[in-house]
């Protein structure tokens, strides 16, 4: 299973790499329009033009599908974080939180889907080490740089506050899929969570770098 911020595989063509992508994509369309549960892998199979036969080998069960659907694209949110000139440290868990709120913006039935498949998940299940292992991991190297840029004051436990970014993050998100959060409010709330959890450890130099992401909200 992918990890959070890892490439994707390799691929013997482009051919297969775009069908691949296609397959993932229709998998989060088909979830967004119907659920989890609303998946099969013979729509899937049809929607996304391929056969029955080709999309099991390419992925061997539904679960494996869904959880390499969801990795996939929170690598190109990663990637996407980490291709600007400020690629680590407070910059980029803050240009994280605010791709994460637009991609909900742009999907959030898949969004509200997987949010539910989470919250009913067993401790055990694999979506649990995606969404929340993965994000904490993620979270933690970032403080981890945080720290080495001076962003950060030195008594910072970077595996407790990853753990408390990721508690905020969720809690928002938890708001907004049960109904106590509106879709446009969201990323406001996402944003003032983060800056609340941040506030009480980062150094001065710190300050200036979430002064400068609050001013431009």
């Keep these: 299973m ?4 890892s ?7 482009p051919r297969q790499q775009e069908r691949q992508e296609r397959v993932l994509q229709s998998a989060r369309e088909l979830i967004a329009n119907r659920g989890y549960d609303g998946l099969t892998m013979r729509e899937l199979a049809r929607v996304s033009e391929v056969s029955d036969k080709t999309l099991y080998n390419l992925f061997a069960t539904k679960d494996g599908l869904v959880m390499a659907a969801v990795a996939d694209l929170l690598d190109a949110i990663v990637t996407q974080v980490q291709a600007g ?11 994280y939180t605010d791709a994460i709120s637009a991609q909900i913006l742009v999907s959030p039935e898949y969004a509200q889907a997987m949010s539910r ?4 998940a067993e401790d055990s299940s694999p979506i649990v080490d995606l ?4 994000n904490q991991k993620f979270l933690q190297r970032q403080l981890r740089h945080a720290q080495r840029r001076g962003e950060l004051t030195r008594r ?16 928002v998100l938890l708001l907004w899929n049960k109904g106590l959060l509106s879709l446009s409010s969201l990323p406001t709330m996402s944003r003032q969570s983060m800056l609340t959890s941040l506030s009480g450890v980062v150094s001065e130099q710190g300050q200036i770098v979430l002064k400068n992401w609050s001013d431009n909200v």
């Design 117 to 120: 498949a989470l919250f009913q």
């Design 2 to 5: 992918a990890k959070v911020g």
């Design 156 to 171: 910072v436990q970077s595996a407790r506050t990853a753990a408390l970014l990721t508690a905020h993050t969720w809690g």
């Design 85 to 95: 000139e400020q690629a680590a440290g407070l910059a980029a868990i803050l240009r």
């Design 7 to 13: 490439k994707r595989g390799s691929y013997s063509s």
């Design 131 to 134: 969404l929340l292992r993965s």
